[in-house]
C-alpha cells in the first residue's frame, strides 16, 4: 500500500481488522484504481507535504478517509472555487479537484468552465461513469443516448440532451495547458491513464497552468453489469462516444509564482473597510438588561431602503463595542416592489450561527417584509414597521412589542427620502438600547469620513428616530 495512503481506514470498524483496509467503492469500481494510482504519483513525485486534495459530493465523497494529505470537503459542484482559493491562499501546494460526472459536468460546470479558463495550475481529475452513482443511477450529463438509467428507463433520447464531451469543451478554452482522456478497461490504458495523471500534477508543480484529465470508469453497480463485462461496455459503448487521447497540450513556460500572500491583520482589516489605527477593541461590556448573550436581528425592506447597510453599520459598531458580531444579506429577485434581508447577530462572545430565522428583533420597511417575517420574531421580541409605507398592518403576532414609526415621513420632512435606514436605527437604538447611541454615532462618522457633508443629515435622522421612539424602561 502506498504510503500517501492511511494504513487503517477509520471509517469502517474503526480501522480495525480486515474492514479497516477496506474502501466504500462497490467491487469493479474504477475509483479504486483511480485513488490507487494518484497516491503513487504522490509518492514518485514526493508531493504528499504539499497534496490537498478536494473532494466534493459524490461517489468519492469518503476520501478523505483514504487519502493522508491535506483534504477539503466542497459542497455539490463547488471543488474547483475550492480548489482556486487553496492555490491563491497557498501558491506552493498542489491542489487537486477529483470530481464526478454529476458533480462537475452538472451543477459544478460553471464553476468548472470558470476556472478552467482563468489557467491556474491546478489539477482536475474528472472521473467520467456515464451516471450519477451516489445518489441511485440517476441520468448524468455523460449519459449515453440509448442508456437505462434511474429516470431515463427507456433510455436516453435526444430531447434529454446529447451527452456532455467535457474533455472537448475544456479543450476549446484558452485557459487549460492540458487536457486528455483516459480510460481503465485494460492494462494498457490503466497505465496511460498513470502518466496523465502524472503529467498532469507535474505541469502544476512546475506552474504552468491547468491540467484536465478525463478518465471513463466503470460502475458495475448500477449498469447492472459484472466488473467485467462493464469493462467491455466502457470500451464498446462509451470510447466511441469519448474518444481516448490528448484534446490539448501546450508548450507554456513556467509562469505562476506569485508572492505568498500576506495575512497581517492590519492589511485585513484595511480591505474590509476598517481603521488599522483603531487599536485593539475595548473590553466587552454586554447590556446588563439585555438576558440572551447572542441577540438576533432582521432588517428587511426593498431594493433602495438600505436595510443592507443599515445592517451592516449596526454590524460595525458592535465590533468596535468589543462584541463578536456577524451580517449576512439576502438579496431577493426583485430590485423594488420585493423584499431583501440581512441577518445580524451580536453576542457577547461568539455568534455561533450567523442566521436569524427566528429573531429577536424585525425592522421592516416595507409591507411585504413585514408579512414575511413578522411571524418568526420569537415572543417577547420587537418589531418596528415604517407606518408611512404600512398605515393597516394587520394582524400582527401577539407577544412582540410593536412598534409603528413613520421612517420615510421622518427622512423626508429631512429632505431626503434614503435616510430612513438612519432613522430606523435611531428608533432601534431608542426601542432596545441594544448599543450606546455614541457607538453607531461614530461609526456612522467613520463611514462617513470621506462624505462630511452628509454627516449632519445623517446625525439628524438617527435623532429624529430615537425621538420617535419611547425608550423601553431598562
Not at 447597510?309 to 456577524?326: C, N, P, V
Not at 398605515?391 to 434614503?418: I, K, N
Not at 462618522?445 to 424602561?473: I, M, S, Y
Amino acid at each position: 500500500m502506498s504510503g500517501v495512503f492511511y494504513q487503517n481506514f477509520r471509517r469502517h470498524a474503526h480501522g480495525e481488522g480486515l474492514k479497516g483496509h477496506s474502501t466504500h467503492y462497490c467491487a469493479g469500481c474504477g475509483h479504486g484504481v483511480i485513488h490507487r494510482d494518484l497516491a503513487e504519483v504522490i509518492e514518485q513525485l514526493d508531493l504528499q507535504h504539499r497534496t490537498i486534495l478536494v473532494s466534493p459530493v459524490g461517489c468519492a465523497v469518503f476520501a478523505f478517509y483514504y487519502f493522508n494529505v491535506g483534504n477539503t470537503q466542497a459542497a455539490h459542484g463547488r471543488a474547483p472555487a475550492v480548489a482556486l482559493g487553496h492555490k491563491l491562499a497557498n501558491p506552493g501546494a498542489v491542489v487537486i479537484s477529483y470530481q464526478g460526472d454529476g458533480d462537475l459536468a452538472s451543477i459544478g460546470l460553471a464553476e468548472t468552465i470558470s476556472v478552467a479558463q482563468m489557467g491556474l495550475p491546478i489539477t482536475v481529475i474528472f472521473v467520467n461513469n456515464a451516471v450519477y452513482g451516489m445518489t441511485g443511477g440517476q441520468l448524468a450529463p455523460t449519459s449515453l443516448i440509448g442508456q437505462r438509467t434511474a429516470t431515463s428507463p427507456d433510455g436516453r433520447t435526444a430531447a434529454m440532451g446529447q451527452p456532455l464531451r467535457m474533455a472537448e469543451l475544456i479543450a476549446s478554452l484558452d485557459g487549460p495547458v492540458y487536457v486528455e482522456r483516459v480510460a481503465l478497461y485494460d492494462a494498457k490504458n490503466r497505465v496511460k491513464a498513470r502518466r496523465a495523471i502524472k503529467k498532469a500534477i507535474q505541469l502544476q508543480t512546475e506552474g504552468r497552468g491547468y491540467a484536465f484529465i478525463e478518465i471513463l470508469s466503470e460502475c458495475p453497480t448500477h449498469l447492472k453489469l459484472s466488473p467485467v463485462d462493464a469493462e467491455k461496455w466502457v470500451r464498446e459503448k462509451m470510447e466511441p462516444v469519448y474518444p481516448l487521447g490528448v484534446k490539448k497540450d501546450l508548450t507554456r513556460e513556467p509562469w505562476f509564482n506569485p508572492a505568498p500572500p500576506r495575512f497581517e491583520p492590519e492589511e485585513i482589516l484595511g480591505y474590509c473597510g476598517a481603521d488599522p489605527a483603531a487599536g485593539p477593541r475595548p473590553a466587552a461590556v454586554w447590556p446588563a438588561h439585555l438576558t440572551k448573550r447572542d441577540l438576533s436581528l432582521k432588517l428587511a425592506g426593498t431594493g433602495g431602503d438600505g436595510a443592507q447597510t443599515a445592517a451592516l453599520l449596526l454590524t460595525r459598531a458592535a465590533i468596535a463595542q468589543g462584541f463578536d458580531a456577524t451580517h449576512i444579506p439576502s438579496y431577493g429577485p426583485e430590485s423594488r416592489g420585493g423584499t431583501s434581508y440581512a441577518d445580524v447577530h451580536l453576542a457577547a462572545h461568539e455568534v455561533l450561527n450567523p442566521a436569524s430565522p427566528a429573531p429577536d428583533i424585525l425592522i421592516a420597511f416595507n409591507a411585504p417584509s413585514l408579512a414575511k417575517f413578522a411571524g418568526t420574531v420569537v415572543e417577547g421580541g420587537l418589531i418596528i414597521y415604517d407606518s408611512t409605507l404600512i398605515p393597516e398592518p394587520g394582524p400582527l403576532p401577539a407577544g412582540r412589542r410593536v412598534l409603528p414609526v413613520p421612517l420615510s415621513r421622518l427622512a423626508s420632512d429631512l429632505g431626503r427620502p434614503v435616510v430612513k435606514n438612519i432613522v430606523a436605527l435611531g428608533a432601534l437604538q431608542a426601542a432596545s438600547e441594544l448599543l450606546p447611541a455614541s457607538a453607531l454615532l461614530e461609526t456612522l462618522r467613520h463611514v462617513l469620513k470621506d462624505k462630511a457633508a452628509l454627516l449632519p443629515l445623517n446625525e439628524a435622522a438617527f435623532a429624529a428616530g430615537q425621538q420617535a421612539v419611547t425608550p423601553a424602561p431598562v
